[in-house]
C-alpha cells in the first residue's frame, strides 16, 4: 500500500495525463463560504434556482454528498479558446466547444479516482461536477488552486478564471495543500464596473437574478424581465463580460483539450438561424452540448433579445413571424425585439399581435413594450 504522501504525487501525475491544468487536496470540513451562501439564499440572489434551497442544508459538509469523506481532491481544466464567435450575437466561451464539460470532466477524473481505490481498496470515491451541492470555488481556494475574485470566479494566477472545476470525494485522508489565503485582486475593480446588468450588489456577491448567465440560460419557466434585456446585449448563452475584463486573463493559454476546443464546422449558429431553430434541428445540432438543456424555446427566445439589442434589420421578416410562435416566451422576445427596431410598420404589427393574442401575460408583455418603445 502506498502512503499518503507518494498517492498524492502518482495523482498529480495522473492529472497531467489527463489534460488537467492543475490539482488540489483539501480537508473535507464545513468551507467558510457555507454562511455566505445561507446569506445568499436568505437574500433571494438564486432567482429561480430553487434547487439552490436543497443546497442550505446539504452544502454544510461533503459528507452529505460521500459518508465519511476525508479529503477533496479540486482539480482545474482550462476551457479557453481564442476561436472566433458566431457572427451575429455572442456564446460563452465555455459552450465553444464540441462537448459538454461534464462528461469531459467525470471521463478525465475517473483515472484519478480508480488510482484512489487501487492503493486503498477499503475506501470510496465519488466524482461531482457543479450539480452536486458542494462549493466548489471554496475547496478550490481552500486546496490552493487560487483564490475567489470580486468577480466570485476562482482565479489562478497561471491560468486566470477560464476554467472548470470538478472533484473527486474520498474517504481516504490524503495529505492537504496549502489553502491560497492572499486575494490578488488588489484594488482593481474592473469586473464589478464592466457587469453589464449592475449584478454584483458588493464585491464577491453575486445576485444571480441580475447575471445574464442567469437570465439566458438558467430562467427558462419565466420571461426575462424587461428592464434587463436590454442589458444582455448580445449574449446568446452565458455572458463573459466580467472575465474579459480581467487582468489576469490577458496572458490565459489555449485550452489542450480537444473536446473543448470547436468543432470542424465552427457549429455555433448565429442569433438570425437561432431564431429559426425547429425542434429537431435543436436535438440534432446541440446533442451532448450544455445547451441541450436549456431548449429551444429559451435559445430561440435570447435569439430575439440579441437580435433587439443589435437593431437588426434584416432579422425583421423573421421577428414578424415569430409574433404568431408556438411558444409563448419566443411571441414576448420578437414583439420587444421589434419594438427595439422601431419601425412604424413593425409596431404596428406588435399592436395587432397583442389585440390578438389570447394568453394576457404575454399580451401585457408587448403591450408594455409598444409603451416603453413610444416613451
Ligand atoms: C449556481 C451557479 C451559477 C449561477 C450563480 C453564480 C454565482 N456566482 O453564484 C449563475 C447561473 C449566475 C452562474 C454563472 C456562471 N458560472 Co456558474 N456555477 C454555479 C454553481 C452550480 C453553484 C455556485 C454557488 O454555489 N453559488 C452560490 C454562491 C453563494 O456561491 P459562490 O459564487 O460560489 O460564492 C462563494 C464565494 O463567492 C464566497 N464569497 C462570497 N462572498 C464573498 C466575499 C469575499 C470577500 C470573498 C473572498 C469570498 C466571498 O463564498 C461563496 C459561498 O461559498 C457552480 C458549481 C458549484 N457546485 O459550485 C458553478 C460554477 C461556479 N460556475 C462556473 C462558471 C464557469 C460560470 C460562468 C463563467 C458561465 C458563463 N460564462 O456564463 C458564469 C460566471 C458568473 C460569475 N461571475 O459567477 C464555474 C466557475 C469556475 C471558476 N473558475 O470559478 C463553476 C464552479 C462550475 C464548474 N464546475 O466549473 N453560475
Ligand atoms: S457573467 Fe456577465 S452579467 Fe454575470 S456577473 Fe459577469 S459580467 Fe455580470
Ligand atoms: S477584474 Fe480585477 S477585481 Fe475583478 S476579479 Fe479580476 S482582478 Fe479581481
Not at 466561451?93 to 477524473?109: A, C, F, M, T
Not at 483564490?147 to 470538478?166: A, D, E, V, Y
Not at 492537504?176 to 474592473?190: I, K, L, P, V, Y
Amino acid at each position: 500500500m502506498q502512503s499518503g504522501d507518494s498517492l498524492a504525487d502518482r495523482l498529480r501525475e495522473a492529472a497531467v495525463a489527463q489534460g488537467l491544468d492543475g490539482i488540489g487536496i483539501a480537508p473535507a470540513v464545513t468551507p467558510v463560504g457555507y454562511h455566505r451562501l445561507l446569506r445568499w439564499l436568505d437574500q433571494k440572489y438564486h432567482g429561480e434556482m430553487s434547487w439552490m434551497e436543497r443546497r442550505r442544508e446539504t452544502a454544510e459538509h461533503p459528507d452529505s454528498m460521500l459518508r465519511g469523506t476525508r479529503s477533496v481532491i479540486v482539480a482545474a481544466v482550462n476551457y479557453y479558446s481564442s476561436s472566433p464567435d458566431s457572427s451575429i450575437g455572442r456564446y460563452s466561451r465555455y459552450v465553444h466547444g464540441v462537448e459538454d464539460y461534464h462528461s469531459v470532466l467525470k471521463r478525465r477524473l475517473k483515472p484519478l479516482a480508480d488510482l484512489i481505490r487501487e492503493e486503498f481498496p477499503h475506501e470510496r470515491t465519488r466524482i461531482v461536477v457543479d450539480s452536486a451541492p458542494l462549493l466548489e470555488r471554496d475547496f478550490a481556494q481552500l486546496s490552493g488552486l487560487g483564490w475567489i475574485g470580486k468577480n466570485t470566479m476562482l482565479i489562478s494566477r497561471q491560468l486566470g478564471s477560464w476554467f472548470f472545476l470538478g472533484a473527486i470525494l474520498t474517504t481516504a485522508e490524503l495529505p492537504a495543500d496549502t489553502e491560497h489565503m492572499q486575494s490578488f485582486c488588489g484594488t482593481c475593480t474592473r469586473c464589478l464596473d464592466a457587469c453589464p446588468t449592475d449584478a454584483f450588489p458588493e464585491a464577491g456577491v453575486l445576485d444571480a437574478r441580475r447575471c445574464i448567465s442567469y437570465l439566458n440560460i438558467e430562467l427558462r419557466e419565466q420571461m426575462i424581465p424587461a428592464d434587463l434585456r436590454e442589458g444582455m446585449g448580445e449574449w446568446l448563452f452565458g455572458c463573459d463580460v466580467c472575465q474579459e475584463v480581467c487582468p489576469w486573463n490577458r496572458f490565459a493559454p489555449d485550452t489542450q483539450i480537444s473536446e473543448f476546443q470547436p468543432g470542424e464546422t465552427g457549429g455555433l449558429l448565429d442569433a438570425r438561424q437561432l431564431l429559426r431553430l425547429t425542434e429537431s434541428e435543436f436535438a440534432r445540432h446541440f446533442r451532448g452540448t450544455p445547451m441541450q438543456r436549456s431548449g429551444v424555446e429559451v435559445l430561440r427566445r435570447n435569439a430575439a433579445i440579441v437580435l433587439g439589442n443589435l437593431r437588426d434589420r434584416s432579422a425583421e421578416g423573421d421577428l414578424l413571424q415569430a409574433l404568431s410562435d408556438p411558444f409563448r416566451q419566443v411571441r414576448m422576445a420578437s414583439a420587444w425585439a421589434l419594438c427595439q427596431l422601431g419601425e412604424p410598420h413593425c409596431l404596428n404589427a406588435v399592436q395587432l399581435a397583442a389585440e390578438g393574442e389570447a394568453d394576457r401575460e404575454v399580451a401585457a408583455d408587448m403591450r408594455r413594450s409598444l409603451a416603453d418603445a413610444s416613451s
